[in-house]
């Protein structure tokens, strides 16, 4: 059975930072692409980084202060810096054979039930 499973959320204040971290089991996801969607209570949910082998993509509004990567085939890793009020929410990993519906958050094949991030200003 494949699960996606978040930790490493928390209240921190506005400048501060936080590591996410996402361990996947049931298979390998050496090939798939994975990543993060984040959700605030009363809004869509909203792509925020991808990675597939060593190509990463980033949300306008995170790009420079997140940093997504991969420590092997089955661990993500999201460092956030910088972060801001507005990166309130809850964070799921996600995990795809498309980059592109990953990205687009189109289909999910996988994902987890994710870690609430709270930045207080």
């Known amino acids: 059975q494949v699960q996606l499973v978040e930790s490493g959320g928390g209240l921190v204040q506005s400048g501060g930072s936080l590591k996410l971290s996402c361990a996947a089991s049931?298979?390998?996801?050496?090939?798939?692409?994975m990543g993060w969607f984040r959700q605030a209570p009363g809004k869509e949910r909203e792509f925020v980084a991808a990675?597939?082998?060593?190509?990463t993509y980033y949300a306008d509004s995170v790009r420079g202060r997140f940093t997504i990567s991969k420590d092997d085939a089955n661990t993500m890793v999201l460092q956030m810096n910088n972060l801001k009020p507005e990166d309130t929410a809850v964070y799921h990993c996600?995990?795809?054979?498309?980059?592109?519906?990953?990205?687009?958050?189109?289909?999910?094949?996988?994902w987890g039930q994710g870690t609430q991030v709270t930045v207080s200003s």
């Open positions: 996600a995990a795809d054979s498309s980059f592109a519906q990953l990205r687009t958050l189109t289909t999910l094949d996988y």
């Open positions: 049931g298979r390998t996801f050496a090939d798939d692409a």
């Open positions: 990675i597939r082998w060593t190509t």
